[in-house]
């Protein structure tokens, strides 16, 4: 079982920063692809970023790219993302997920996920 847990979330005005992290376990990190992915109430859930087993490789939705940057510390086992630019649209609660893949933007493509930090973003 691997645990992500995520932290950094809150309320933020349009145009702010915030970085979200996720502490996961050690014994598998720096093996497995991760992502971010969020979660806005009445919405589906929307892929964010995600980043290879090495951090060489990121992918971005068109909706954060330019905006948001994800990373990642194996010395440190923690995911990162630094949020940018914020619009209120990007209130949701986020999610980091370690994938089955080296890099994925499917969400089925995840199969450990955190419990989530919400993320609100005013006007």
């Known amino acids: 079982q691997v645990q992500l847990v995520e932290s950094g979330g809150g309320l933020v005005q349009a145009g702010g920063s915030l970085k979200l992290s996720c502490a996961a376990d050690?014994?598998?990190?720096?093996?497995?692809?991760m992502g971010w992915i969020r979660q806005a109430p009445g919405k589906e859930r929307e892929f964010v970023a995600a980043?290879?087993?090495?951090?060489?490789?990121?992918r971005y939705a068109d909706s954060v790219k330019g905006r948001f940057t994800i990373s990642r510390d194996a010395t440190k086992n923690t995911l990162y993302l630094q949020m940018n630019s914020l619009k209120p649209d990007d209130t949701a609660v986020y999610y980091c997920a370690q994938s089955v893949y080296p890099l994925t933007e499917k969400s089925d493509g995840y199969n450990y996920w955190g419990q989530g930090t919400q993320v609100t973003v005013s006007s």
């Open positions: 050690g014994r598998t990190f720096s093996s497995y692809g």
């Open positions: 980043i290879s087993p090495m951090g060489s490789m990121t």
